[in-house]
């Protein structure tokens, strides 16, 4: 007897997680992007169709304020590429050693910072980096390396940079587990037939492993970019809506809820900041698109 097409008991499981999802994301998603194509002319809202993005791209008041936070916001994300997931891959490496001692105490201890509210670890490096009360002058003072001191997050040079490794520290127990997850996963038997060939200790992460593990990496990168491209919270408890200094770590997440919301004497635009959420999701999804397609190739001419 042929089972039916329906598979209602799926349906059924499926139902309550489909239903919350599209009423939290895919509902807001669509009317952010409703919103965009409208504006307000004394209080009566009027179709415009793709007016703000051409006043957003076109207008320099607001072309450049929009180039300036997208382009802080691709440094955040490079500096997340360059440090925080090789410092993950090498923890992972390192943590799933076998003869490693207390490898549950490092794991632990590296990933406690990720779970950690963005406000307790934004407030908590404020502190430390200040050049009043902070912690920081008397350290490097007392290893003879005062010298490197500056006021990092109250420099223009330093602000952002300092920001995307804070927010390394925090994140980097997410690459990590992930990366070590995937190597425990290989199979004992490809490791034994790399030792047989004499193939062990780094160069067996790196003719063995590395490959083997290239599709987490390539699904961390793209967590990475979704990640640092929807970025606000570390930046608004540090250094304020107004992402000072002289919005020099101002980027999309600060932009955009300054306009929406309004700050201080700039009064709240919802379209207009719908428009700029608008980019920032065209962004991330071509950014993705992107990446998912190099992340193809280059699997396929690794397996040809």
């Not at 004499?198 to 492993?209: D, L, N, Q, R, V």
């Amino acid at each position: 007897m042929k089972n039916s097409g329906i598979k209602w008991h799926v349906i059924v499981f499926l139902a309550p997680a489909v239903l919350v999802y599209t009423a939290i994301m895919i509902f807001p998603l669509f009317n952010t992007l409703r919103l965009a194509l409208y504006t307000e002319v004394d209080q009566v809202r009027q179709f415009v169709g793709l007016e703000n993005f051409r006043t957003l791209f076109g207008d320099p008041y607001w072309s450049g304020q929009f180039w300036n936070a997208l382009g802080n916001n691709f440094w955040f994300f490079f500096i997340h590429m360059i440090v925080q997931n090789p410092i993950g891959i090498a923890l992972a490496a390192i943590l799933s050693h076998p003869r490693l001692r207390f490898a549950a105490l490092y794991r632990t201890a590296i990933f406690v910072p990720t779970i950690l509210s963005f406000v307790i670890v934004g407030f908590a490096w404020k502190l430390i980096l200040s050049p009043i009360w902070g912690i920081t002058p008397d350290m490097l003072k007392a290893l003879g390396l005062k010298w490197l001191y500056a006021p990092y997050l109250g420099k223009e040079e330093y602000a952002l940079t300092t920001l995307a490794l804070i927010s390394v520290w925090q994140f980097v127990g997410i690459p990590m587990m992930l990366i070590y997850a995937a190597l425990l996963s290989i199979p004992e038997e490809v490791l034994e037939a790399g030792e047989v060939d004499g193939i062990t200790g780094f160069a067996s992460f790196w003719k063995i492993k590395l490959p083997l593990i290239l599709p987490s990496i390539g699904i961390i990168s793209i967590l990475t970019f979704v990640g640092n491209f929807n970025a606000f919270d570390l930046i608004y408890t540090t250094q304020g809506a107004l992402a000072g200094p002289d919005f020099s770590t101002d980027i999309l997440g600060t932009f955009m809820y300054r306009t929406f919301f309004g700050f201080q004497l700039q009064l709240g635009d919802p379209h207009m900041g719908s428009a700029i959420a608008s980019g920032m999701f065209g962004i991330i999804l071509i950014g993705v698109c992107i990446y998912l397609f190099g992340i193809q190739t280059r699997l396929r001419r690794y397996q040809f």
